[in-house]
């Protein structure tokens, strides 16, 4: 089932969510609603409080390619274990402030451990835009945005464009 994906500023995109304690069939659904909604959008990763849920679970796929075998990821509990000093640039979006893009530097590769759909822990060191991605996804669950990196200037500007959208759906 497809959710809909709040849109920034809400409240509940800059709040700090809980562990998933115990994995149960409400959140494997939650997770698969998420992927749905994800490739639907299309996006290519997406947070549980960007459904409104306020659990540490992300989704995310960054294989584009088309012809190459998609490879859904579903974590509980993320945590970025190791970071690379290097760094890497990339252009953000979000799925909750659509169609604004912002280049964000991040460390190109990160390490990180998770509880999978099974309750199985999982480790996986991420490069590319994938380091990016799970990144994002992190920040999220942590109440933080990609415009939450620029400057206040910046951030204002494209929270004023969402508050103008926000206001132009309200009417429809
Ligand atoms: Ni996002």
Request: hydrophobic share 35%; proline share 8%.
């Amino acid at each position: 089932m497809k959710r809909s994906i709040l849109i920034h500023p809400d409240p509940r995109l800059k709040k700090v969510c809980p562990p998933v304690d115990d994995l149960d069939d409400g959140l494997r659904k939650l997770a698969s609603d998420m992927l749905e909604t994800m490739y639907d959008a299309p996006g290519i990763g997406l947070a549980a409080p960007q459904v409104g849920e306020m659990k540490r679970l992300i989704v995310l796929d960054c294989v584009k390619d088309e012809g190459e075998e998609p490879r859904p990821l579903i974590m509980f509990n993320p945590q970025i274990v190791a970071r690379s000093e290097e760094t890497s640039s990339y252009e953000e979006g979000c799925l909750s402030i659509p169609e604004q893009y912002a280049e964000i530097t991040r460390p190109a590769e990160v390490e990180v451990s998770w509880m999978d759909q099974n309750g199985a822990p999982q480790t996986e060191a991420f490069d590319g835009l994938w380091a990016t991605c799970v990144q994002h996804e992190i920040d999220h669950l942590n109440g933080k945005l990609f415009i939450d990196y620029l400057t206040p200037m910046k951030r204002q500007i494209i929270t004023r464009r969402m508050q103008k959208l926000k206001r132009e759906k309200a009417r429809v």
